[in-house]
């Protein structure tokens, strides 16, 4: 019934291996610059750990401190003895990255194994992912996994659904992984193509990458005929495989013998009690090579009380239910508002104001840019304006890495509330 003796060790037993765990973290993270730096300052050293709560004891580390050690400073070792590179996307500012020696990698995939036999993917089982490879952690954290387990493991990649769709059949693919939008369309693709989802051969389908409802979940469920699981992940953690559901669908296992979670009040940063909403902060226990202590996540959830009913003895948090800061995730793709400003802001021709749209058509998360242009560019001619447009959604595509529709619209016509500009307009239905 579980893929490691760790998932039911007793609670006591593994809050000792945590303690064991994080003092090497720290011994570890001291041979990096920014580490060594931060605990010299704050006079801290792995002897300050006796117990488990001593955690709070060290300073947090965020996505500005992240991005201020870009691209070494994190990094324990000679680069030479890394393996694999990881970063967020875009191209202007200063991204994150995150880098893995061959150990972490298989840690990593042992994980990953963890994590698809415990929603009962098992070795006899064809997996096909239908994750983007790449710098995105998540086509390759599942893959690794899917090996690892033993699965025949199909690298089918994102979008093109005919040749899912073929390749499924074919293939008799038994378990998918899918961001929770793409399901929902890829089953309308299904029904297009003049197949009955009941009658394919999935029976396991791997949800991640992108917030969504339990509502989101049950439709995914019964428009493709199939168990669909949700997980946790972030590429500052590795990438997929920091938390995942059981059969029991009943909230996502922490790994705890390999991150050490906390839940804090974001605007205090004290600890909240089990079943209080607020931001997860994450540590990892056995990566070696750039280990990262007390990372606000920025994501927002709650420990749920009691002990799962599959008998694993971690500690299980609820689906993301939103973000500390304002961070977007459209198909499945982190995107900052920010990252929009430095691209548009940058032209010529465009005003002082723009709007994020977000907007849901059919399953699909869509995002639209509307643009204030200078009276002097914002003309007659139709063949400048459709240029313009398609200047700007190229350079936000290779900055954001998803294509969003641009709407031209005259300087100072964007709505301004209290002097003040919109940024984000989110006008998805709120799912029930």
Known sequence: MYFDKAEVLERSKLEKLQVERLKKTIDLAANSPYYSESFKKNNINSSVIKTIHDVKRLPFTTKTDLRSQYPHGLLT?????FVRLHASSGTTGTPTAVFYTQKDLDTWADLMARSLYAVGVRRSDILQNMSGYGLFTGGLGIHYGSERLGCLTIPAGAGNTKRQIKLIRDFNVTALHIIPSFALYFAGKVREEGFNPADMPWKIALIGAEPHT???RHKIEEELHIKAYNSYGLT?????????ECTEQSGMHVWEDSYLAEIIDPKTGESVPDGE??????????REGMPIIRYRTR???RFIPGQCKCGRTSKRIDRIVGRADDML??????????QIENIIMAMPEVGQNYLIELF???FIDQIKVKVEIKDQYFVEDMRALQGLQKKIASKLRDEILVTPRVELVQHDSIQKSEGKAKRVL???EVEA
Request: proline share 7%; hydrophobic share 35%.
């Open 299 to 301: 994501d927002l959830t």
């Open 360 to 362: 849901r058509e059919g």
């Open 236 to 244: 500052e953690m590795n990438g997929p495989g920091v938390a995942f």
């Open 277 to 286: 909403i607020g931001e997860l902060v994450m540590t990892t226990l056995t």
């Open 329 to 338: 995730i459209i198909k499945g793709v982190n995107i900052y508002p920010m």
């Open 214 to 216: 339990e509502y989101t």
């Open 77 to 81: 070792k000679p680069l030479d003895e």
């Open 426 to 428: 989110d006008l998805r």
